[in-house]
């Protein structure tokens, strides 16, 4: 069952299911984000990792050649890291950033992440995992502009919307119980093996 605003209200009091959340944005020429009919809509924050080719070493004549991304061994120094109040990705740009709320999931609940349709329609695809139950941390969020033109992503406001599910039975075994690698994390986390 999908969790009410209400509910997703008395969750944040009872048990901090989200801190450093908002009541509900709109309007003001910013992206809404805070709570909704049936989610919570999270806001990006300031820090931000970008795979950027302009970076790598000037000197080589294809500064991508022997250059690969692997999840088992990954290379840290392909990414740049800063820290703004808006970032322009380029076509088919990649980038890391993380959520303004911390999230504490209730043994009973996941959540279900989906990008704004403020952003899908401009070509922003944002992709994120399951808040599995048990976990807590800042969310890493992984964004990618599929559209010809640069995107301009504002820092402080709405990203994705959160959904809350309730199953219908508590689970047996918790990302917490599983010791997952990606337990309390904070600020941008790239990939773990």
């Given at each position: 069952?999908?969790?009410?605003?209400?509910?997703?209200?008395?969750?944040?009091?009872?048990?901090?299911?989200?801190?450093?959340?908002?009541?509900?944005?709109?309007?003001?020429?910013?992206?809404?984000?805070?709570?909704?009919?049936?989610?919570y809509d999270m806001r990006v924050a300031r820090?931000?990792?970008?795979?950027?080719?302009?970076?790598?070493?000037?000197?080589?004549?294809?500064?991508?050649?022997?250059?690969?991304?692997?999840?088992?061994?990954?290379?840290?120094?392909?990414?740049?890291?800063?820290?703004?109040?808006?970032?322009?990705?380029?076509?088919?740009?990649?980038?890391?950033?993380?959520?303004?709320?911390?999230?504490?999931?209730?043994?009973?609940?996941?959540?279900?992440?989906?990008?704004?349709?403020?952003?899908?329609?401009?070509?922003?695809?944002?992709?994120?995992?399951?808040?599995?139950?048990?976990?807590?941390?800042?969310?890493t969020i992984e964004i990618?502009?599929?559209?010809?033109?640069?995107?301009?992503?504002?820092?402080?406001?709405?990203?994705?919307?959160?959904?809350?599910?309730?199953?219908?039975?508590?689970?047996?075994?918790?990302?917490?119980?599983?010791?997952?690698?990606?337990?309390?994390?904070?600020?941008?986390?790239?990939?773990?093996?």
């Amino acid at each position: 069952m999908i969790l009410s605003d209400k509910s997703i209200l008395e969750r944040i009091i009872n048990q901090k299911m989200i801190e450093n959340w908002s009541q509900s944005t709109k309007g003001d020429g910013k992206i809404s984000y805070g709570i909704t009919s049936y989610g919570y809509d999270m806001r990006v924050a300031r820090d931000f990792k970008v795979f950027r080719h302009e970076y790598w070493d000037k000197n080589v004549v294809n500064p991508l050649a022997g250059k690969s991304i692997d999840p088992k061994a990954f290379d840290h120094s392909v990414m740049t890291h800063c820290e703004v109040d808006e970032i322009w990705l380029a076509p088919n740009e990649y980038a890391l950033c993380r959520s303004v709320e911390w999230f504490n999931m209730p043994r009973d609940v996941v959540g279900w992440v989906v990008g704004k349709s403020t952003y899908a329609r401009c070509g922003l695809i944002v992709n994120c995992t399951p808040l599995e139950p048990e976990w807590c941390g800042h969310l890493t969020i992984e964004i990618s502009n599929t559209s010809p033109l640069p995107i301009r992503v504002y820092a402080m406001e709405g990203i994705a919307q959160v959904g809350f599910f309730t199953g219908d039975s508590i689970c047996e075994i918790s990302y917490k119980d599983k010791a997952g690698k990606y337990q309390n994390q904070v600020g941008v986390v790239g990939p773990k093996l």
